[in-house]
């Protein structure tokens, strides 16, 4: 079993604040040099880091979005997850057993991200394949028990080391989802001093910023299934824009936030007229585009009639532009089985899909990307490395391996590498 404390972390922090900067495009912004200062050009990744493993130190999160809380970690039904982690590489000391088998008849195991060696890992896959860093999901609902923001501090400390001993950035992604407005501002106002003044998050050279100021995202504003309003939304905005360390506001938006969901088929925007006004004030607009189309077809209709009038209004306006990437969806362990959601639900056709995504947004002229996401294998949308064919899944549970869809050429890291080979068909403007 596990056991990493924060004091080991906090040690490896001061160890690593001693390292120099010594990237092409660092550039100091107040007293630190930081290794992105402006999102054109790059590619990160979302970052759920919420998965735990009973013994890690991780209070009362147990086998964390690994198994159905409460359920009994035997039984295969219990797994929340479509897709299995290639952990093959893991050492000794980040292996958690569990009650499976692979075929082989060899043990199988998963990870925590409250292992700092584990998190690192991922960060230096993404060195290695050419991602640029990671937007650290943080889920507002989460934080407000103790228990829960103690771990997720933790996933963050984790994530500040790992980017500044592989030289990639990240950013805080504050999720709004299930939580009220006025809740979710309280929640922020909380945090955000938290995270710049205690833990002194943004003084890290890893951290990305955008005219000197560290970038934030905010991610639910909008969308019909959230309970925030406009003021509320505009209240979140400005708080950030005007706080004791002020940030550039990426705002994780619905799809059709530019004509307030007019368009019925991709009709997830709020329809009240003072949400334009809130997309307005953003200084970064990503909309959300998982789940939005399932084909080739689709994906160049959802260029056509959203993505490039999108980039023509935020060109207008002097507003960035990051568009959502993704390359499939499942969500049937994770919905539960009573949702009869199916395995492979929009398929990754080998990572033809993805790719066709990525080049619609660079011809569309996007200088930037988010891909969704780096490790969200519990709605199947994850880049990391992943078992490529059945002989890499458990003994009796019911996953999809990468070889899905007659894919005869899949290895463990092919997303890896097609999200690279995104990175490079960037414009380089830093």
Known sequence: MLRHTQGFVALLLHALMLIPSGLLWAQTTGSVAHFYTTLRGIHV?????????PGDGAVGMGWGHWFRGGSDPRDPNSLTVDLWPDTSELGADERCPTA??????????LFSDQNAKTVARHFAWMKQYGIDGAAMQRFLTNIAHADLKQHFDIVLANARAASEVNRRGFFVMYDVSGMQGAAALQAIEED??????????????????GQGKPIVGVWGLGFKDRDVTPDQASAII???HTAS??????GGVPASWRNLGSDGHYADSRTEPQWAAVYRSLDVISPWAAGRFRDDNGADAFARQLLIPDIAETGRLGIEYMPVVFPGFSWHHGAGWASNSPLNLIPRR???FYQREIDNAVKAGAQMLYTAMFD?????TAIFKLADDPNQEPVGTDFFALDADGCRTATSDMYLHLAGEATRELPKVR
Not at 103 to 108: D, K, L, R, V
Not at 376 to 380: Q, R
């Open 350 to 352: 080998c990572g033809a």
């Open 245 to 250: 360390v002020p940030a550039i506001v990426l």
């Open 376 to 380: 969200e294998i519990n709605e199947g």
């Open 192 to 209: 955000w001093p938290h995270l710049t003044g205690d833990l002194h998050l943004t003084d890290s050279p890893a951290y990305i910023v």
């Open 100 to 109: 499976f088998h692979l075929p082989s008849g060899a043990p199988a195991f």
């Open 238 to 240: 400005r708080y950030f």
């Open 45 to 53: 990744a979302g970052y759920q880091g919420w998965f735990a493993c």
